[in-house]
């Protein structure tokens, strides 16, 4: 069985799928990013004196910001209102380069659509933002994967990423 997809009308254009009949539900969506380091950049992060200042706090703003800017973004997203965001950061491995930091962003709502690519967003740019900070040091930083880890409400239910 073949999946339509929504975002297309009979003649194969693009549209904005109509959500005005869905119900109002709690909606959350959590994704993953990660960024690879080199040894200069970890020990800059761990000592907390990049040039460009706190590392990991200046990318959970950038990708809180992000979440809200989803719409502006990504053309056919709807404009919705987020009730919560955060973004995480912890290190996957302090033991050799290259060094891993995990990017956890967790959208929440309550509307008539989901969350998932605000969340996506949200830890990309978080990604994005760190690369940027750390660039002078570090040219060679490699983002990703990213990928939604879960999402819950709405008409296709639950989602757990195996």
Known sequence: MSQQFS?????????????SDKDITKREATAYSSIEVNDA????????????GDVFG???????????????????CHAIPI??????????DQQSSPYQINITCTVKTTGQTGVEMEALTGASVAALTIYDMCKAVDKTMTIGPTYLTSKSGGQSGDYVRD
Not at 7 to 14: N, R, Y
Not at 41 to 52: H, L, S, T, W, Y
Not at 58 to 76: C, D, E, F, W, Y
Request: cysteine-free.
């Open 83 to 92: 009730s919560k965001v955060s973004v995480q950061f912890d290190w996957a």
């Open 41 to 52: 950049v970890f020990e800059q992060i761990q000592r907390g004196d990049n040039k460009k």
């Open 7 to 19: 975002h297309f009308d009979e003649q194969g254009h693009a549209v904005m799928v109509d959500i």
């Open 58 to 76: 200046v990318a959970r703003i950038a990708g809180i910001q992000a979440t809200k800017q989803t719409s502006n973004l990504i053309p056919l």
